[in-house]
């Protein structure tokens, strides 16, 4: 399974995890975002666009390869606290 | 009830809800002889199960993945946490005591005797509790720098903040599950004490009402009402003098029934759903003000691009304030995260997006909180909470000053371009209701405590109006904006009323002061 495809199974989590009319609206302008006329669409709705943005942004930043090429390490995060709570007996 | 099993227990005090409220009073009932059950409808999250991907913790730790919305002008994006810890799993861990001026008008406008002086020595157990020190500046991180840079070239008040956290090495991600359990949320360091002094923890239990007995004996058979109506309105109460606690009754996950007996019960479920459980239950209506009165504390947040790498993910996500406008009900605090919650929140499209995000080591931000004067309801349609709120006139001019103040902070620090969240071509100025894009985390006021039962839900005790042994204890009962993070007001209210129900005495315990 490619990153690329993780990413979306995590995203498409976070989207079923939210409540229903949140989860409609956001399955809507994800699809909208896929499609060259849905994005001349949202062009003229700039609070929509926005939205469209936000969700896009989620999944395609979230990504580790695209997150580690801007400075964050999201991995390297995580392995330093789990070593710290080991060494220190921390929860 | 469709032969589902029924586990019964018994108890001296049932606590609903593990949150900032709940796990404080269980802990210090527990440690003061008391026999507790703590009930808890989400679950216990292992630190090794965090992963510092947003998109992933928002799903696990939130309720409803933190897109949880308020209907209104404009809609606010109202993040809660669930689990044990509550919303102190989520949260940035910024404590600050009740402010003074806001005690002085809880006593002028609700009676309440909540002095400063009164309440030190349970702030003073709380921050021991929990190691509350202030954040030093090189932990702060690059993000609080460009911040302190721009107040102190205006001359404007500013500081660290104090933080539940002991041990932080700067993660960044507050919000998302802290992987190093430095931050020292209720579900590491509370319920562990209620634990060991002997509290029943039941976790993923959803508490359907708290089951009273009338003076003339047996269970009451009410129903509430379903439909559409302020939580007051679903179930207005039928001889409320004569009535008393007698436990809760909650439905398992597994789908197996739990029924805690106990004299006193502490409802602690957090300001969104303790006014529909009190409601369920038919406590509180008496006074017309359950499920009213909420504020939240609105907020939005502005980025810059400076000149020079911040890495705002590297140290304290919320570390540094400016508060040289809190008298005029606004107050900056920096945020920051990783570039998936920098991306979500960065208030731009298109190519412009991608471009300032491919800066994003150049990237600051900072929020602007407003303590609001709007005031919104909770209502209970099919069961869930809907919450409406609108921003008030005078709050949006607190946001007009915010943006513009906050722009200017970023210029005097160097900013090479500002970001406000706002339509392309609206100043902070002429800023509308309508152009805001909010966020707000501290949910206040719900089950308000007011002295006189024809004004608010709890007395000053937290003892609800109308009904023998049942208390509240989280952000619901804050009867107003407080301008400032609530959680250190939420536990010391908790402590106090853990104490009195237990007879103790807070200067008997010997805490000593932490220094900051």
């Known amino acids: 399974m490619s990153r690329g495809s993780e990413n979306g199974d995590t995203l498409e989590r976070f989207i079923a995890s939210a409540p229903q009319p949140q989860r409609m609206g956001m399955r809507v302008l994800a699809a909208l975002r896929r499609r060259p006329r849905g994005r001349s669409m949202l062009e003229h709705a700039p609070a929509l666009n926005q939205l469209a943005q936000m969700i896009a942004s989620l999944g395609h930043y979230d990504d580790p390869g695209v997150a580690e090429a801007l400075g964050w390490d999201g991995a390297a995060v995580v392995a330093r606290g789990k070593a710290l709570r080991r060494a220190e007996g921390r929860p | ?516």
């Open chain 2, 1 to 516: 009830m469709s032969g589902a099993r029924t586990e019964r227990v018994e108890a001296d005090v049932c606590v609903v809800g593990a949150g900032a409220g709940g796990a404080v009073a269980a802990a210090e009932l527990a440690e003061g002889g008391s026999n507790v059950v703590l009930v808890e409808e989400g679950h216990w999250h292992d630190p090794d199960s965090f992963t510092a991907s947003p998109t992933e913790m928002l799903a696990r730790l939130y309720r409803e993945a933190g897109q949880t919305m308020t209907v209104g002008a404009p809609p606010i994006l109202l993040p809660l946490g669930r689990g044990l810890g509550g919303t102190t799993l989520v949260n940035s861990g910024t404590c600050f005591r009740t402010p003074p001026r806001v005690l002085e008008r809880w006593e002028r406008e609700f009676g309440l005797e909540l002095d400063e002086q009164g309440l030190r020595a349970f702030f003073e157990r709380v921050e021991q509790a929990l190691s509350v020190s202030e954040v030093t500046p090189q932990l702060a991180g690059g993000n609080a720098a460009v911040a302190r840079r721009g107040a102190e070239a205006l001359g404007w008040s500013h500081g660290y903040l104090s933080r539940n956290a002991r041990g932080c090495v700067g993660s960044g991600v507050c919000a998302f599950g802290c992987p190093t359990s430095a931050k020292q949320h209720t579900g590491i360091t509370y319920v562990p004490r209620a634990e060991r002094a002997g509290a029943r923890i039941v976790t993923g239990a959803w508490v359907e009402r708290v089951l009273l007995r009338s003076g003339a004996g047996g269970s009451k058979g009410r129903t509430a009402r379903t439909g559409r109506g302020t939580a007051s309105s679903t179930s207005p109460p039928r001889r409320a003098a004569l009535e008393r606690a007698i436990g809760v009754s909650a439905r398992m996950a597994s789908g197996a029934r739990l029924e805690v007996r106990a004299p006193t019960v502490i409802v602690a479920a957090g300001t969104i759903h303790t006014p529909l459980l009190l409601a369920r239950s038919g406590i509180g209506a008496g006074s017309g003000q359950l499920g009213r009165n909420l504020s939240l504390h609105p907020a939005t947040a502005v980025f810059a691009r400076m000149a020079d790498t911040v890495d705002m993910a590297k140290g304290v996500p919320q570390s540094f304030y400016v508060d040289e406008f809190a008298r005029e009900g606004v107050i900056f605090e920096t945020v920051a995260g990783p570039p998936a919650y920098a991306a979500m929140s960065l208030p731009l499209t298109g190519a412009r997006h991608a471009e300032a995000m491919a800066d994003y080591r150049r990237l600051a931000q900072c929020g602007v909180m407003v303590s609001d004067s709007s005031r919104g309801s909770i209502y209970s349609v099919g069961g869930r909470a809907l919450i409406r709120y609108d921003l008030a006139d005078a709050d949006v001019e607190r946001f007009r000053i915010g943006l513009a103040r906050v722009g200017e902070l970023f210029e005097a620090a160097g900013a090479r371009e500002v970001y406000l969240p706002l339509p392309e071509g609206v100043s902070p100025g002429k800023t509308r209701r309508r152009d805001l894009k909010l966020m707000a985390f501290h949910p206040l006021g719900s089950a308000r405590a007011d002295a006189r039962p024809s004004k608010g839900v709890v007395d000053g005790d937290l003892r609800a109006h109308g009904t023998r042994g049942v208390y509240v204890a989280d952000g619901s009962v804050v009867p107003s904006s407080l301008g400032v993070n609530p959680q250190m007001t939420i536990m010391a209210l908790a402590t106090r009323l853990a104490f009195a129900l237990a007879g103790r005495d807070i200067s008997a315990t010997g805490h000593v002061r932490v220094a900051a």
